[in-house]
């Protein structure tokens, strides 16, 4: 009695398509009555109040509308804003809807929903079109193998007022969010640089949302809109409107390769290589003219994407009878009928960027990339294994899957041979196969220091001291940090003169007032205090240095707010491996301070058996004995300039010695054999 009375209030349009359970979450949506006592429609804005509760078993076992009644089978159970969302897919029977997740009182409410970040924004996709309904899937999927944010997804069936409104796919909806478009977000009082470079979501894109063009750019075949996505275009300001127009004018007037004010001062060129490759790959019909998103943080460069509507793709094009865009033999950017801006055409016809565009699709389609037709045709067939009980209800509701394998047929058919088309275009990268690399290390993070005194504010106490290992002084023009999170790119004509050391600094006066050394430059944002991927680059994106520090062990725990930073322990080091770190609070020193003193010290004989002799020309205060760890095996305390250092005790193998002598402190290398 009590299972049929939850599902007579669930609606009898659900049993009617025989939907009582399912391999995947149920989502369950009631929106509230009106004054007739009658749920409210949902319609086109504005979002309409409703509850949603998503079935989902923690256990990952198969989930019932019984469910509903069941708190520990509940993803979640509580208020929401609904409405239709999409252009052409509105005109469908199947909608599309957007949700807000909000509190009782009707304020947002940032929830994980299906395992995804914390937000309050998502999407019900409809698989507008899509008889595969994968493709938006897939594409998501492949960006992020490859390295580039795309909205995070999760299938789901879904119910609305008692209506079994088939299979979806809910997914975050692009926003600026440290999960998802992770930049700054701008305020209106931003409106002087450097405020005002950022950041900004913009998007070329159809005006049938009703936002305003922003500014038109012309393309090959005609003009191309652009939107302001975030700030809105109701709250955007005229002086940052006009930088972000002026930022794309640039980049439109400056497709050079020349480092200073070419486009690789002005973008980021992975990121416009991998947009471009997801496009072209899948011959997307919309890409470069719609629901094409670029960002830029404070003080970075201009990103193209994430990519979003990939539901015209793989062949997929439905909207011209006769005249199919979605071809296997085109190029979208140019011949495909699509009227992207001129930018991308130029950009694949420079020497240089068609180069690394090559060079990155022969590494992604490589045997066991996530490009290779294999690894593709493999997600497909996990897909289609995920989704096969649910296309049953979804062709019953609405009869617009005829033939789901042949849909799926078609697309790796289509596949292969858009493959071997672009095989053949895209073969040559001899220019920029072999890059020299710089010799530049990242040897010192100062990610979360302690206050003290008069230095009250630990984000403005943080630095990242950077290092040239090498024989020859160093370019540094065009030298940036690649991922977001932290911005900072060299300025052009600097230099670093060969073993000698800078400093990056998130506040230059603190860092002067708290170390008496002036930084080299002023990075934008904060590193993080518990985990941060710091990558160097060059300006065209080849990785120069990579740190990927945490807060957690291995990594030392000193250095996570107690006052110390980390160490790199030796320049030959791996500096991405924790065992390479110390945490030290070694005193700071120009490169002209350290010459001075360089000679100051003497380890013999390193090799060594046992015995090791230390001889300063200062006195020697205390000498520690470090592994591979960085963690402490003895010390010694010496209050002399010469000392005796036995390591019988140890093992074999290669270990540090942390030197406190005069005003200095020294790590050096030793090897025990």
Known sequence: MRIFFILLLLGQAALAQNFTDSNLPIVIINTDNDANGNPIEIVDDPKVSATMKIIKRPDGSRNYLTDVSEPAYLNYNGKIGIEFRGSSSQNLPKKP??????????????????????????????????QTLMRDYITYHLSRQIGQYAARTAYCEVVVNGDYKGLYLLSEKIKIDGNRVNITKITTTDNTLPTLSGGYITKADKTTGGDPIAWTMASYFGNVNFIHESPKPEDITSSQAAYIESVFTQLETHVSPELTEGYPSIIDVPTFVDYMLL???????????????????????????????????????????????????VWQFYDGGNTGSKFWKDLFDDAAFHCYLSKRYQQLTQTGQPLDYTS??????????????????????WQTIPDHAQAVSDLKSWLQLRMQWMNTRLANYSTCESIAIPSLVITKIHYNPKTSGSFTVSNDLEFIELQNTGSTAIDLTGIYFKELGLSYQFPAQSSLAAGERLYLASHAETFLSKYSIPAFGQFTRNLSNSSQNLVVADAFGNIIDRVNYTDRDPWPSAADGGGQWLELIDTNLDNNLASSWIASSTPLILDNQQASTANQLSIYPNPTNNELSIKATSIIYRVEVLDMLGESLTELTVDADVCQLNLSALNNGIYFLKINYGNSIRIEKVIKH
Not at 283 to 309: C, E, M, V
Request: aromatic share 12%; charged share 20%; net charge negative.
């Open 376 to 397: 593709v045709s493999s997600l497909v067939d996990q897909t289609t294994d995920l989704i096969s009980e649910a296309l049953v209800r979804e062709h019953t509701r």
């Open 97 to 130: 809807y957007g949700i807000t997740t909000v509190l009782p009182n009707g304020n947002n409410n940032n929830v994980s929903l299906l395992g995804m970040p914390s937000e309050n924004d998502w999407v019900l996709n409809s698989f507008a079109y899509d």
């Open 279 to 329: 496009a072209e790959l899948t011959s997307n019909a919309d890409a470069y003219q719609f629901s094409t998103f670029f960002h830029k943080d404070r003080n970075g460069k201009l990103r193209a994407g994430p990519i979003w509507d990939y539901n015209l793709t793989f062949g997929n094009d439905i909207f011209q009878a006769g005249y199919d865009r979605s071809k296997t033999d």
